[in-house]
T-cell receptor, first 116, second 113 residues
Framework: KAGVTQTPRYLIKTRGQQVTLSCSPI?????VSWYQQTPGQGLQFLFE???????NKGNFPGRFSGRQFSNSRSEMNVSTLELGDSALYLC???????????????FGPGTRLTVL | QQPVQSPQAVILREGEDAVINCSSS?????VHWYRQKHGEAPVFLMI?????EQKGHEKISASFNEKKQQSSLYLTASQLSYSGTYFC??????????????FGQGTRLTINP
Protein backbone atom coordinates (compact mmCIF):
# COMPACT_ATOMS: atom_id res chain seq x y z
CA LYS A 1 0.00 0.00 0.00
CA ALA A 2 1.21 3.47 -0.76
CA GLY A 3 1.76 5.65 2.27
CA VAL A 4 0.39 9.06 3.06
CA THR A 5 1.43 11.60 0.45
CA GLN A 6 1.63 15.34 0.85
CA THR A 7 2.13 18.03 -1.75
CA PRO A 8 4.00 20.18 -2.17
CA ARG A 9 6.99 19.08 -0.10
CA TYR A 10 8.47 22.54 0.13
CA LEU A 11 6.88 25.95 -0.15
CA ILE A 12 8.14 29.49 0.23
CA LYS A 13 5.63 32.30 0.68
CA THR A 14 5.68 35.88 1.85
CA ARG A 15 3.75 37.44 4.70
CA GLY A 16 0.14 38.15 3.91
CA GLN A 17 -0.18 35.48 1.24
CA GLN A 18 -2.28 32.40 1.60
CA VAL A 19 -1.33 28.78 1.03
CA THR A 20 -3.08 25.47 0.41
CA LEU A 21 -1.51 22.16 1.33
CA SER A 22 -2.74 18.80 0.15
CA CYS A 23 -2.79 15.36 1.76
CA SER A 24 -3.75 12.01 0.26
CA PRO A 25 -4.33 9.36 2.94
CA ILE A 26 -3.51 5.69 2.73
CA UNK A 27 -6.07 3.91 0.58
CA UNK A 28 -9.06 2.94 2.70
CA UNK A 29 -8.28 5.39 5.50
CA UNK A 30 -11.11 7.76 6.24
CA UNK A 31 -9.68 9.94 8.97
CA VAL A 32 -7.13 12.68 8.28
CA SER A 33 -5.46 14.76 10.95
CA TRP A 34 -3.17 17.76 10.51
CA TYR A 35 -0.30 18.78 12.77
CA GLN A 36 2.11 21.69 12.85
CA GLN A 37 5.67 20.95 13.92
CA THR A 38 8.11 23.67 14.98
CA PRO A 39 11.32 23.50 17.01
CA GLY A 40 9.82 25.65 19.75
CA GLN A 41 6.31 24.26 20.07
CA GLY A 42 6.83 20.69 18.92
CA LEU A 43 4.00 18.75 17.31
CA GLN A 44 0.68 20.51 17.69
CA PHE A 45 -2.72 19.26 16.59
CA LEU A 46 -4.57 21.42 14.08
CA PHE A 47 -7.72 19.48 13.18
CA GLU A 48 -9.13 16.12 12.24
CA UNK A 49 -11.54 15.22 9.46
CA UNK A 50 -13.64 12.13 9.02
CA UNK A 51 -16.14 11.59 6.23
CA UNK A 52 -15.79 15.20 5.11
CA UNK A 53 -16.63 16.51 8.59
CA UNK A 54 -14.31 18.24 11.01
CA UNK A 55 -14.53 16.21 14.21
CA ASN A 56 -11.91 17.89 16.33
CA LYS A 57 -9.99 21.13 16.31
CA GLY A 58 -6.86 22.37 18.04
CA ASN A 59 -6.11 25.81 19.42
CA PHE A 60 -5.16 27.62 16.26
CA PRO A 61 -6.59 30.89 14.90
CA GLY A 62 -9.29 30.92 12.28
CA ARG A 63 -6.68 31.63 9.60
CA PHE A 64 -6.08 27.89 9.63
CA SER A 65 -8.82 25.93 7.96
CA GLY A 66 -9.25 22.63 6.25
CA ARG A 67 -11.58 20.39 4.38
CA GLN A 68 -11.92 16.81 3.30
CA PHE A 69 -13.26 15.52 0.05
CA SER A 70 -15.43 12.47 -0.64
CA ASN A 71 -12.34 10.44 -1.60
CA SER A 72 -10.84 11.24 1.86
CA ARG A 73 -8.18 13.53 0.43
CA SER A 74 -7.75 16.60 2.55
CA GLU A 75 -6.51 20.14 2.15
CA MET A 76 -5.54 22.71 4.68
CA ASN A 77 -5.43 26.41 4.04
CA VAL A 78 -3.62 29.15 5.87
CA SER A 79 -4.65 32.69 5.04
CA THR A 80 -2.78 35.91 5.74
CA LEU A 81 0.48 34.15 6.44
CA GLU A 82 2.65 35.30 9.33
CA LEU A 83 6.34 34.65 9.93
CA GLY A 84 5.41 32.37 12.82
CA ASP A 85 3.55 30.06 10.47
CA SER A 86 6.86 28.75 9.17
CA ALA A 87 6.80 25.10 10.10
CA LEU A 88 6.60 21.52 8.95
CA TYR A 89 2.95 20.63 8.38
CA LEU A 90 2.25 16.96 8.82
CA CYS A 91 -0.78 15.05 7.80
CA UNK A 92 -1.67 11.69 9.34
CA UNK A 93 -4.30 9.20 8.29
CA UNK A 94 -6.03 6.41 10.14
CA UNK A 95 -8.47 3.75 9.08
CA UNK A 96 -11.49 4.31 11.19
CA UNK A 97 -12.32 5.24 14.71
CA UNK A 98 -15.35 4.04 16.58
CA UNK A 99 -16.56 6.11 19.51
CA UNK A 100 -14.54 4.91 22.47
CA UNK A 101 -11.88 3.33 20.29
CA UNK A 102 -8.47 4.41 19.09
CA UNK A 103 -6.48 3.87 15.93
CA UNK A 104 -2.95 4.16 14.65
CA UNK A 105 -2.10 7.34 12.80
CA UNK A 106 0.33 7.10 9.91
CA PHE A 107 2.19 10.27 9.03
CA GLY A 108 3.07 11.68 5.66
CA PRO A 109 6.47 13.26 4.90
CA GLY A 110 5.15 16.75 5.54
CA THR A 111 5.20 20.07 3.76
CA ARG A 112 7.94 22.46 4.83
CA LEU A 113 6.47 25.96 4.71
CA THR A 114 8.77 28.97 4.93
CA VAL A 115 7.22 32.39 5.31
CA LEU A 116 9.48 35.35 4.43
CA GLN B 1 -2.47 19.17 29.00
CA GLN B 2 0.71 18.49 27.05
CA PRO B 3 2.43 15.36 28.43
CA VAL B 4 5.90 15.73 29.87
CA GLN B 5 8.66 13.56 28.47
CA SER B 6 11.87 12.77 30.28
CA PRO B 7 14.70 12.86 29.72
CA GLN B 8 14.85 15.55 27.04
CA ALA B 9 17.95 14.00 25.53
CA VAL B 10 20.09 10.93 26.08
CA ILE B 11 23.33 9.71 24.56
CA LEU B 12 24.16 6.04 24.62
CA ARG B 13 26.72 3.67 23.25
CA GLU B 14 25.51 0.90 21.03
CA GLY B 15 24.22 -2.00 23.10
CA GLU B 16 23.15 0.06 26.10
CA ASP B 17 19.58 0.33 27.36
CA ALA B 18 17.37 3.40 27.61
CA VAL B 19 14.06 4.33 29.21
CA ILE B 20 11.92 7.25 28.07
CA ASN B 21 9.02 8.39 30.21
CA CYS B 22 5.83 10.19 29.31
CA SER B 23 3.69 11.63 32.10
CA SER B 24 0.32 13.30 32.06
CA SER B 25 -1.53 15.31 34.67
CA UNK B 26 -4.87 14.15 33.27
CA UNK B 27 -6.38 10.70 33.01
CA UNK B 28 -5.18 9.05 29.84
CA UNK B 29 -7.10 6.91 27.40
CA UNK B 30 -4.15 5.79 25.31
CA VAL B 31 -0.52 6.56 24.59
CA HIS B 32 1.01 6.38 21.11
CA TRP B 33 4.78 6.21 20.62
CA TYR B 34 6.54 7.48 17.52
CA ARG B 35 10.15 7.85 16.40
CA GLN B 36 11.20 10.61 14.06
CA LYS B 37 14.53 10.80 12.31
CA HIS B 38 15.84 14.14 11.14
CA GLY B 39 14.03 15.32 8.03
CA GLU B 40 11.60 12.42 8.05
CA ALA B 41 8.02 11.83 9.15
CA PRO B 42 7.25 10.34 12.56
CA VAL B 43 7.05 6.56 12.36
CA PHE B 44 4.56 4.67 14.50
CA LEU B 45 6.03 2.31 17.10
CA MET B 46 3.12 1.17 19.28
CA ILE B 47 -0.12 2.06 21.05
CA UNK B 48 -0.73 1.47 24.73
CA UNK B 49 -4.29 1.44 26.01
CA UNK B 50 -5.31 2.08 29.59
CA UNK B 51 -5.18 -1.09 31.61
CA UNK B 52 -1.48 -1.28 32.38
CA GLU B 53 -0.65 -3.45 29.41
CA GLN B 54 2.82 -3.81 28.07
CA LYS B 55 3.67 -4.17 24.43
CA GLY B 56 6.83 -5.02 22.63
CA HIS B 57 8.35 -4.96 19.21
CA GLU B 58 11.72 -6.65 18.89
CA LYS B 59 13.91 -4.89 21.45
CA ILE B 60 11.56 -1.97 22.00
CA SER B 61 8.76 -2.32 24.51
CA ALA B 62 6.48 -0.02 26.45
CA SER B 63 4.23 -0.01 29.47
CA PHE B 64 1.28 2.06 30.61
CA ASN B 65 0.72 2.71 34.29
CA GLU B 66 -2.84 3.93 34.60
CA LYS B 67 -2.52 4.88 38.25
CA LYS B 68 0.44 7.12 37.60
CA GLN B 69 -0.87 8.30 34.20
CA GLN B 70 2.52 7.46 32.83
CA SER B 71 3.93 5.44 29.98
CA SER B 72 7.50 4.30 29.61
CA LEU B 73 9.33 3.22 26.47
CA TYR B 74 12.14 0.72 26.91
CA LEU B 75 14.90 0.31 24.36
CA THR B 76 17.03 -2.74 25.02
CA ALA B 77 20.49 -3.33 23.59
CA SER B 78 20.18 -0.19 21.48
CA GLN B 79 21.24 -0.18 17.86
CA LEU B 80 22.51 2.71 15.76
CA SER B 81 19.20 2.70 13.90
CA TYR B 82 17.39 3.62 17.13
CA SER B 83 18.76 7.15 16.97
CA GLY B 84 16.12 9.81 16.54
CA THR B 85 13.58 11.80 18.48
CA TYR B 86 10.92 9.84 20.32
CA PHE B 87 7.51 11.34 20.86
CA CYS B 88 4.65 10.16 22.97
CA UNK B 89 1.20 11.18 21.83
CA UNK B 90 -1.45 11.07 24.48
CA UNK B 91 -5.13 10.63 23.94
CA UNK B 92 -7.69 11.60 26.51
CA UNK B 93 -11.13 10.03 26.98
CA UNK B 94 -12.59 10.49 23.52
CA UNK B 95 -15.82 12.22 22.68
CA UNK B 96 -17.88 11.50 19.61
CA UNK B 97 -15.15 9.25 18.30
CA UNK B 98 -12.90 12.14 17.36
CA UNK B 99 -9.19 11.52 17.60
CA UNK B 100 -6.69 14.07 18.79
CA UNK B 101 -3.16 13.31 19.87
CA UNK B 102 -1.37 15.70 22.20
CA PHE B 103 2.36 15.18 21.81
CA GLY B 104 5.15 15.61 24.29
CA GLN B 105 8.16 17.72 23.45
CA GLY B 106 10.18 14.72 22.41
CA THR B 107 13.27 12.91 23.66
CA ARG B 108 16.33 13.04 21.45
CA LEU B 109 18.17 9.74 21.50
CA THR B 110 21.70 9.50 20.11
CA ILE B 111 23.38 6.13 19.78
CA ASN B 112 27.12 6.15 19.25
CA PRO B 113 29.19 3.20 18.01
Amino acid sequence: KAGVTQTPRYLIKTRGQQVTLSCSPISGHRSVSWYQQTPGQGLQFLFEYFSETQRNKGNFPGRFSGRQFSNSRSEMNVSTLELGDSALYLCASSFYRLAGGTDTQYFGPGTRLTVL
Amino acid sequence: QQPVQSPQAVILREGEDAVINCSSSKALYSVHWYRQKHGEAPVFLMILLKGGEQKGHEKISASFNEKKQQSSLYLTASQLSYSGTYFCGTEYPPTQGAQKLVFGQGTRLTINP
